[in-house]
């Protein structure tokens, strides 16, 4: 959206390309080759890449909560009743050597409910379809969905709505302190890019909703205006919502725990644009 609504321009960056990779580890490497200069929602494995000493950095991130509900077959009060239950979900690493985020989300929703992950039993599915044929078929207790519930109200399943989760997640800044150095004013040019798109998202909803609707139909996306909406004027990583990260990180690579969650972080160039009162301005 940023692209479409020309703030690139506007802040003095010539966008020559802005692709969708699948794989993390791809779209790393071509950063510290130098191939790219930013990564837009990078979120877990780059914990791992600090402990080794990879010079990765995130510098501001727009969304640090996610949401998600409990389908039963049983009702269900509380997280806490899904101990001993199996949960069908998305396989945490997938056949080519990715992480999930949203598994690695839900994994987080029961460690922080009390539960050790030993207390349930995951049952791996590839595709949301087979959630609801796992819990047609007994195969699972329960699933983890977001989004529209109708299809399993339909079959008769029971739903928990849960407590929004810190977590950082959505179009984070993440670059190479590398390239901060060479490329000078890349840093405050990427933060200032995402504090104009979030105000414009904000105060333009008619040509914002026109973006994204073109977008969805191009794309074959589901870009929700209400999800812009919500960003923070000023997109402070939460820390909880680190932590959680950072967390998920460790599992995925047991040698971030050398490090500190807030290693990969450097807020400067967000602070600096904030201190200046340019964004209380935009608002003003």
Same mark, same amino acid.
């Given at each position: 959206?940023?692209?479409?609504?020309?703030?690139?321009?506007?802040?003095?960056?010539?966008?020559? @390309?802005?692709?969708?990779?699948?794989?993390?580890? $791809?779209? $790393?490497?071509?950063?510290? &080759?130098?191939?790219?200069?930013?990564?837009? =929602?990078? !979120?877990?494995?780059?914990?791992?890449?600090? %402990?080794?000493?990879?010079?990765?950095?995130?510098?501001?991130?727009?969304?640090?909560?996610?949401? %998600?509900?409990?389908?039963?077959?049983?009702?269900?009060?509380?997280?806490? #009743?899904?101990?001993?239950?199996?949960?069908?979900?998305?396989?945490? &690493?997938?056949? *080519? =050597?990715?992480?999930? !985020?949203?598994?690695?989300? !839900?994994?987080?929703?029961?460690?922080?409910?009390?539960?050790?992950? /030993?207390?349930?039993?995951?049952?791996?599915?590839? #595709?949301?379809? *087979?959630?609801?044929?796992?819990?047609? @078929?007994?195969?699972? *207790?329960?699933?983890?969905?977001?989004?529209?519930? #109708?299809?399993?109200?339909?079959?008769?399943?029971?739903?928990?709505?849960?407590?929004?989760?810190?977590?950082?997640?959505?179009?984070?800044?993440?670059?190479?302190?590398?390239?901060?150095?060479?490329? *000078?004013?890349?840093?405050?040019?990427?933060?200032? %890019?995402?504090?104009?798109?979030?105000?414009?998202?904000?105060?333009?909803?008619? &040509?914002? /909703?026109?973006?994204? /609707?073109?977008?969805?139909?191009? #794309? $074959?996306?589901?870009? @929700?205006?209400?999800?812009? %909406?919500?960003?923070?004027?000023?997109?402070?990583?939460?820390?909880?919502?680190?932590?959680?990260?950072? /967390?998920?990180?460790?599992?995925?690579?047991?040698?971030?725990?050398?490090?500190?969650?807030?290693?990969?972080?450097?807020? !400067?160039?967000?602070?600096?644009?904030?201190?200046? =009162?340019?964004?209380?301005?935009?608002? =003003?």
């Amino acid at each position: 959206m940023i692209k479409e609504a020309g703030i690139w321009e506007t802040v003095g960056v010539k966008l020559l @390309s802005f692709d969708y990779c699948a794989l993390p580890p $791809e779209a $790393e490497a071509a950063l510290f &080759e130098g191939k790219i200069d930013l990564i837009s =929602g990078d !979120h877990l494995t780059p914990y791992g890449l600090v %402990a080794q000493g990879k010079p990765i950095v995130s510098l501001a991130s727009p969304v640090n909560s996610t949401t %998600a509900k409990i389908v039963s077959r049983e009702p269900i009060r509380s997280l806490q #009743e899904l101990r001993g239950k199996r949960i069908a979900d998305t396989p945490l &690493e997938g056949r *080519d =050597g990715g992480f999930h !985020h949203g598994r690695g989300n !839900h994994m987080m929703y029961v460690i922080r409910s009390g539960l050790g992950l /030993e207390s349930v039993r995951w049952v791996d599915v590839d #595709e949301s379809s *087979d959630r609801l044929e796992a819990l047609k @078929s007994g195969r699972a *207790d329960a699933v983890f969905a977001s989004g529209a519930m #109708e299809r399993y109200e339909k079959e008769g399943f029971r739903t928990l709505t849960l407590d929004p989760l810190p977590m950082i997640n959505g179009p984070t800044i993440t670059t190479s302190f590398r390239l901060l150095q060479k490329k *000078d004013g890349l840093g405050e040019r990427l933060v200032k %890019a995402l504090v104009l798109g979030i105000h414009f998202a904000r105060t333009q909803k008619q &040509e914002t /909703e026109r973006i994204l /609707e073109n977008l969805n139909r191009r #794309e $074959e996306k589901d870009f @929700s205006y209400d999800r812009l %909406a919500r960003m923070p004027v000023k997109p402070y990583p939460n820390l909880q919502a680190v932590l959680n990260a950072y /967390e998920l990180g460790c599992i995925k690579s047991p040698e971030a725990k050398q490090v500190s969650p807030l290693a990969l972080w450097d807020i !400067h160039y967000l602070r600096q644009l904030d201190d200046s =009162g340019f964004i209380d301005r935009l608002y =003003g």
